[in-house]
C-alpha cells in the first residue's frame, strides 16, 4: 500500500514524486533570469498543450478566476452571453456571468446528456446575436463530455461576431482539443485535473481577436487584464508573484507529457474509461451517461446501481484510494471516478479490485 492515498478524485488527482520533488527545491527571486526563462519556457508549451500559434499563458489562481475574467474581458456590462448547460459546473459559469453584471441566457440539457448542434443552430437563429457562447468540453459533475468541436463550428458558422469560450479545466491534456483548428477564443484549465499537479495555477489560451475584444471592454480589473496580463507574461514578467514551484513543476509536467506524446495520453485516458466501465459492467452497475459518445474518457460518472455509495467510498479508502461519492444533487445516487493524469490501466485495474469484492 502506498505511504498516502492515491487520487482517483476528479480532482484533485494524484501528483507523481518525481514533481512533489521539484516543488520541494528551495526558492529563488521571481525577477531572477532563470525564473524568468521558465515562464517564457511554460508559455511556449501551453501553446503547444492548447494546439495554438496565437497566445497561452498562465496565473496563479484556480480556474474559477478565469471563469471570471471571461466576462470581464470579453463581454461589454450587460451584454448577453449563451451558456450551454449540462451540469454543475457549466450552470455555475452562467451564475458567474450574472455575478459579473452580464446578462446571461441557458440552452439546458438534463443532466448526464450532451448538447447537440442543431439545437445549438435552432438557438443562435432565434436570438439576437450573444456577445459570446459558453460551453464546458468536460461537464464534471455528470461525466459528460460536449462536442466541442463540432458546437463551436456551429457558431463560428451561425454567428461569426461571437467569441467562443471554453471551459477544458477537466478534458486539457486528458481529451483531444484544439484550439486553433476548434476555432475557440479563450480556453482555460487548472493544475489539478489532467496535469496531475497540485492546485494553484490556471493556464489560458486567447484568439488575437479575443484579445482585440478586451481592448473595447471597460473594467477590465488588474491581475486578469489580458491586455496587459497576456503581453507581460508571455516576455517572462507575471504581473505578481507567481507560485514558483509549481511553476518548476508545470514545466517538467509539460515535457513529461511531450515525451508521451500527446496522442498516447489521449488513448491511456480512453483505456482507463472503458477499463472501468467495462469492470463496472461485471457487477451490474450502470454509467450515469447513456450515450456513449458522450461518456467522458477522464471521469467516469456511475449510477450507485442499488448499492451504498458511502460503503464503495469506504472500501476505497480502506485500501488506500480516493473516490468521489457524487456532486450537488447526485450525491449518493452516484459516484465518480477521475481517472485522468498520470494514472495507468493497471494502478486502475488495483483501485476497482478493492472497491467490490
Ligand atoms: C469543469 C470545471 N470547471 C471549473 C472548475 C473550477 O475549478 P477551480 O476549483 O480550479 O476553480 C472545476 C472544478 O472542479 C471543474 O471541474
Not at 445549438?120 to 457562447?133: D, G, I, M, N, Y
Request: glycine fraction near 6%; charge should be neutral.
Amino acid at each position: 500500500m502506498s505511504d498516502h492515498p492515491i487520487l482517483f478524485l476528479p480532482g484533485p488527482t494524484e501528483v507523481d514524486a518525481e514533481l512533489r520533488e521539484i516543488m520541494a527545491r528551495p526558492l529563488i527571486g521571481h525577477r531572477s533570469a532563470g525564473f524568468v526563462d521558465d515562464v517564457q519556457q511554460v508559455c511556449q508549451r501551453l501553446k503547444w498543450l492548447y494546439q495554438t500559434s496565437q497566445h497561452a499563458v498562465f496565473e496563479s489562481a484556480p480556474a474559477t478566476a478565469l471563469m471570471e475574467a471571461a466576462f470581464r474581458n470579453l463581454v461589454r456590462p450587460g451584454g448577453r452571453t449563451l451558456h450551454l448547460v449540462c451540469g454543475a459546473f457549466s450552470e455555475r459559469w452562467s451564475k458567474i456571468a450574472t455575478d459579473c453584471g452580464r446578462k446571461p441566457e441557458l440552452l439546458t440539457v438534463p443532466w448526464g446528456m450532451a448538447h447537440d448542434a442543431a439545437s445549438l443552430r435552432q438557438k443562435l437563429a432565434s436570438s439576437p446575436t450573444f456577445e459570446a457562447v459558453c460551453i464546458t468540453h468536460n461537464e464534471t459533475s455528470t461525466g459528460v463530455i460536449e462536442p466541442l468541436q463540432e458546437l463551436a463550428a456551429v457558431v463560428r458558422d451561425a454567428s461569426p461576431s461571437t467569441l467562443i469560450l471554453a471551459d477544458v479545466v477537466t478534458s486539457l491534456a486528458g481529451a483531444p482539443l484544439n484550439f486553433d483548428a476548434f476555432g475557440l477564443d479563450l480556453a482555460f484549465a487548472g493544475t489539478q485535473k489532467c496535469l496531475a499537479l497540485p492546485p494553484g495555477i490556471a493556464t489560458y489560451a486567447l484568439s488575437h481577436r479575443a484579445l482585440e475584444r478586451a481592448r473595447s471592454i471597460e473594467g477590465r480589473g488588474y491581475l486578469l487584464d489580458f491586455v496587459r496580463a497576456v503581453p507581460e507574461t508571455e516576455a517572462g514578467k507575471t504581473l505578481a508573484t507567481p507560485c514558483v514551484p509549481l511553476l518548476w513543476a508545470l514545466r517538467a509536467q509539460l515535457d513529461r507529457i511531450a515525451t508521451e506524446g500527446l496522442a498516447r495520453r489521449f488513448a491511456r485516458h480512453i483505456a482507463m474509461q472503458h477499463e472501468t466501465l467495462a469492470f463496472m459492467h461485471q457487477w451490474q452497475i450502470e454509467p450515469f451517461v447513456a450515450d456513449s459518445a458522450a461518456r467522458s474518457p477522464t471521469i467516469s460518472c456511475l449510477k450507485a446501481s442499488g448499492r451504498d455509495v458511502r460503503q464503495l467510498a469506504e472500501n476505497a479508502t480502506k485500501a488506500g484510494y480516493k473516490i468521489d461519492q457524487g456532486y450537488g444533487d447526485l450525491k449518493g445516487k452516484t459516484f465518480r471516478i477521475g481517472h485522468m493524469g498520470d494514472h495507468t490501466v493497471a494502478r486502475l485495474q488495483k483501485m476497482l479490485a478493492a472497491l467490490l469484492r
